[in-house]
């Protein structure tokens, strides 16, 4: 953890040096200003950002200028990216994944939850990119699941460390919403065979930074496993009021040319659904990431 420490402390120094860097909380998220995102980035500048990132949980970066493509080499900067299995992508770039209230079904995007957790491998981070905006409205909320960790009592999070449960692609993704015709709902058969429940800890320790977050979210998780169903639903309940508390959140109101970048191993967002009969567009590169592990597990690297 030392070690770590001065790692990030080197890069985090860097960067406030070259970029203006604000707080936007005490617990989460920060404006960078003075890095052009559509330019290849050094080595120097990849390590920042990792640093200010873990600092962080959650970047954003105003007025850039970037193409599809070129918010796909960004995302290859910090590692392989993910192709998800339901929404549309843009044409000739399918790792960027297209988030249109005019074409898609959002209703999943609309709660608190963590990015594609239905995975044995859920993503290290994503990066999303404002294409088309309402004229009132669609903020995203994001949380802190390390704050949300560290606000439990002692004896919760005892308890809470040895604990499992199972995150499910239908839970967000439900053949009601999505298996509208037979096209759809073959498709949809096809998605939940390849991607069945997962076992993944309640409490999450960051890879890198050692940090205790909560890792369960309304989006995909159904029960807490071993433990009795009701016990399950009601600790459940807790936990996901508690996420909700606004001590915990961030809330970013867009403009054209915004993008965020946050670390999905440790946040939760919300979209809001503020605005319709409005159109949102929205473009996002999601970035692999490793097999969660909780306090109680060795990491598998």
Not at 19 to 28: A, D, F, P
Not at 121 to 144: F, K, N, Y
Not at 181 to 195: G, L
Not at 269 to 291: C, N, Q
Request: overall charge negative; some cysteine; aromatic content about 8%.
């Amino acid at each position: 953890m030392m070690a770590l420490a001065v790692y990030q402390n080197n890069y985090t120094d860097k960067a406030a040096q070259k970029w203006q860097v604000k707080r936007l909380s005490s617990h989460i998220g920060a404006v960078v200003k003075g890095v052009e995102l559509h330019k290849p980035l050094s080595v120097s500048d990849i390590a920042s950002l990792r640093g200010l990132l873990l600092q962080h949980q959650v970047l954003f970066f105003r007025d850039q200028e970037i193409t599809p493509r070129q918010h796909r080499d960004l995302g290859l900067a910090f590692g392989s990216l993910h192709r998800h299995p339901v929404y549309p992508t843009v044409p000739d770039v399918p790792e960027a994944i297209v988030l249109d209230t005019a074409q898609n079904d959002l209703k999943d995007n609309a709660l608190w939850h963590t990015d594609v957790t239905f995975s044995e491998t859920p993503p290290m981070g994503a990066i999303l990119v404002a294409r088309h905006l309402p004229e009132i409205g669609g903020d995203t909320l994001w949380a802190s699941g390390t704050a949300a960790y560290d606000a439990l009592s002692e004896p919760m999070k005892v308890h809470l460390d040895n604990l499992t449960a199972l995150h499910d692609f239908t839970r967000s993704f439900p053949l009601s919403r999505f298996g509208r015709t037979e096209e759809e709902r073959r498709r949809w058969a096809e998605i939940r065979n390849s991607h069945l429940p997962v076992e993944h800890p309640v409490i999450r320790v960051h890879p890198e930074t050692g940090q205790k977050a909560i890792f369960v979210n309304e989006g995909f998780t159904t029960e807490i496993c071993d433990i009795d169903a009701e016990e399950s639903a009601a600790l459940l309940a807790f936990l996901f009021r508690h996420m909700a508390r606004p001590e915990f959140h961030m809330r970013w109101s867009w403009r054209a040319g915004d993008v965020a970048f946050w670390d999905n191993r440790i946040t939760q967002h919300y979209a809001t659904d503020d605005y319709r009969p409005s159109r949102r567009i929205m473009h996002r590169i999601t970035i692999l990431g490793d097999k969660p592990f909780g306090p109680a597990d060795k990491p598998v690297l």
